[in-house]
């Protein structure tokens, strides 16, 4: 079974979006037990996020706008859901001040420096889109080893 077939796919453009999630699922070498964070969580493209990551073994956090949101996210198979407000210091929290191993960002905008300072050793960010409508720009010394 491939992951597609396990996915909703209730339109088109989440169609679509399924298939570029799976065509970078070896991008992000994501690897057992690792801790995946994943915005922009429901409804839309964090759903599928959220799915292959539990598919593949990740402990996923899911952040949402609202309450609601956090809801489907846990329905969907998020182990934590969250919000955006003091999102630096909740994903500190929870990866034990380890950072974030692996992070799914739909967004962009002001959350993405946020969550790029997040970050785990050897984590990997992966930009899928700026719904925020602002393409951010990373400050390179978070980049150092």
Do not use: C, H, W
């Not at 979006?17 to 037990?33: F, G």
Request: proline share 3%; charged share 25%; hydrophobic share 45%.
């Amino acid at each position: 079974m491939t992951i597609r077939k396990i996915l909703i796919e209730p339109d088109p453009f989440l169609r679509k979006k399924s298939e570029d999630v799976e065509a970078v699922n070896n991008e992000i070498r994501l690897l057992m037990d690792d801790m995946v964070e994943t915005m922009y969580a429901a409804p839309g493209i964090g759903l599928a996020a959220i799915q292959i990551g539990k598919i593949m073994g990740a402990k996923v956090i899911a952040v949402a706008s609202n309450e609601e949101k956090q809801k489907i996210a846990k329905d969907n198979g998020a182990d934590l859901s969250i919000g955006y407000d003091n999102l630096k210091e909740e994903l500190k929290t929870i990866s034990d001040g380890k950072g974030v191993d692996v992070i799914f960002d739909p967004v962009g905008g002001d959350v993405f420096e946020t969550v790029a300072r997040t970050m785990a050793r050897n984590g990997r960010l992966l930009v899928i889109g700026f719904a925020s409508g602002t393409i951010p720009k990373l400050a390179v010394n978070l980049a150092l080893v």
